[in-house]
Every structure is written in C-alpha cells, then in structure tokens.
C-alpha cells in the first residue's frame, strides 16, 4: 500500500494569479471595473472570503482599488514587464508578512509545547539544524535548508502531526522570507543567536523562556522584511 503525504494549497494565492492574469492578459485596462465578488468566487469555484482575502493584498500593493458602492477597479497598467515584476515582488513581500503575523500567533505556542515535550533525541535533531546553519545557501535546491529544517524540527518536538503540517505547508514562504534577508550585513550571524536562544530555552523546559526567544526572532525578521534596507531582488 502506498502512502501519500497529504498536500495543503493556498488557494487564494491562486486567485491572487487568476486576477493577475486577466490583467496581463489585456482584458482590463486602468479604470476598469472588475468583476463582481459573486462572478469571480463562482468562476474560481472558492467563497467570497477567500476572495476578499487576495483582494486584500493586491489592495495593499495599489494593484486595485476598492471605491464604496462602486466596486474594485484596475488602478496599474502593468503593460511593462518591469512594472509586473515590481508587482508580483510586492504581493511576495505582502504575503511574507502575512505569513510572520501568523507565526507569532502560532508558532509561538510551538515553541512552548515543544519546550514542554522535546525528548533528547527531540533536542539533538534541533541542535543539528542549528549546526547546519553555518553551510546556509540561498540559492541551494535543498527542499529542506538548514532554517526550514530548525523551525521543522522544533515542530516535531510537539509531537503534534497538525502543528507540524502547519510548519510544512509554509515552507516555501519561509525559504523566501530567508531570500530576502540573508545578504543584510551581519543579519546571518543575528538569526544563528536568535536560533540559539530559542534553542536553549527548548533545553531549559522554560515556555515562556522560548516564546519570548521566538517573539524577538519574529520581530526582528519582520523588521528587516519591511525595512528599506532588503533589496527587492528576490
């Protein structure tokens, strides 16, 4: 018997594509009206909440505009490959912070299990990921890096399937949020600290200890997200 590992999907990262395309595609021009909240929720087969969610974002980048009682419009005319590049990096970076507002929501309450629960073999594989971190490469094909396989590993320590796929499903965003702030001066030798810290409250069965550790580490990521200071090349 074969086995599959079950698959979670963004779906309104898709709508988020779907709308862009129709954009590219020429079908809709600055000023435009876009269809009804009704019309793209049965044409993509999701609920108007997922919608309202990807609008949301491209509200957030200036890719439309919502009017009251008048509907959502086109805003940009994204003729220009440059213009959709900036775009889709900017829906990028939107949902990079989206994803660090829910870490600190739910993986805080990770780490604090995982305090509670980490066996020694538990705490050997995370030190192990932290070990690795010094051979870090951005642009490695490793589905797994050395940052991915930290957070994975303190997942794990919960012993919780559920918390562990919440871990899983974001990984890509968490190999990109990686892309965006490895190359600030001195920002990797942070990250190995703020690892090390969560690290050794893990050890120290202190939840509160490891919460706080995984907090800062948030906050400093989502600092250098949001900061001038990331270039918006990958």
């Given amino acids: 018997m074969t086995i599959k590992k079950i698959k979670y999907h963004r779906v309104y990262e898709d709508v988020i ?8 595609e020429g079908n809709l021009a600055p000023g435009d009206v876009l269809p009804t909240e009704r019309e793209l929720a049965q044409a993509f087969g999701i609920s108007r909440g997922t919608l309202r969610e990807a609008f949301r974002i491209l509200e957030r980048e200036g890719l439309i505009e919502t009017r009251p009682g008048g509907g959502r419009f086109l805003s940009k005319n994204l003729s220009k490959a440059e213009d959709t590049k900036r775009i889709l990096e900017n829906i990028e970076r939107a949902t990079i912070i989206e994803l660090l507002e829910a870490r600190e929501i739910f993986e805080t309450g990770i780490v604090e ?6 066996t020694e073999q538990d705490i050997a594989e995370i030190e192990s990921a932290l070990e690795r971190w010094g051979t870090i490469d951005r642009n490695s094909d490793d589905p797994v890096n050395p940052d991915q396989a930290f957070h994975l590993s303190i997942a794990k320590a919960t012993h919780n399937v559920v918390l562990v796929n919440l871990i899983d499903l974001h990984m890509d965003l968490l190999q990109k949020t990686l892309t965006k702030t490895v190359d600030i001066p001195g920002r990797k030798s942070e990250v190995y600290k703020e690892h090390y810290a969560i690290l050794q ?15 800062h580490h948030l906050q400093q990521v989502k600092q250098n997200v949001s900061s001038n200071k990331v270039e918006s090349n990958g």
């Fill in 17 to 24: 594509e779907q709308i862009e395309n129709i954009i590219l």
């Fill in 113 to 118: 299990l995982a305090a509670m629960r980490a």
């Fill in 201 to 215: 409250a893990i050890k120290e069965k202190d939840p509160a200890k490891a919460k706080a550790a995984l907090l």
